[in-house]
């Protein structure tokens, strides 16, 4: 199984999605950035190296809130989520190919990975 960390990060009162690039698997589709934990790394560390990757800015107050196994034909995802906040930096895009910033009440209006 798969371990991949999944960073919620809240702003405003609004929270970050980003669309996994077209050439990527399940690409055109949204998620909550983050990534594969790798061998022995600290699933908190290991989101915060991701999200510096991937969107180039740092994250904190990183919080537990949910796991989620999900079974795909191939292989098997245990998705860990946490609450975040960004401690700095202005979102750049590296991995992905489009951002918004929404209520939680409008996340369902988006095609999710």
């Known amino acids: 199984m798969i371990v991949v960390t999944a960073a919620i990060i809240q702003k405003d009162g609004k929270i970050l999605d980003t669309r996994r690039s077209p050439w990527k698997h399940l690409g055109g589709y949204w998620e909550f950035q983050g990534g594969n934990v790798e061998g022995q790394e600290i699933w908190e560390e290991c989101l915060v190296m991701e999200i510096l990757e991937e969107l180039?800015?740092?994250?904190?107050?990183?919080?537990?809130?949910?796991?989620?196994?999900?079974h795909y034909e191939t292989k098997s995802i245990r998705l860990l989520g946490y609450w975040a906040t960004i401690e700095r930096g202005e979102?750049?895009?590296t991995d992905h190919d489009d951002f918004r910033w929404m209520t939680l009440t409008a996340l369902h209006t988006l095609?999710?990975?």
């Open 56 to 70: 180039v800015i740092q994250i904190s107050a990183l919080k537990f809130f949910m796991e989620n196994i999900h």
């Open 91 to 93: 979102i750049q895009l």
């Open 111 to 113: 095609e999710w990975a």
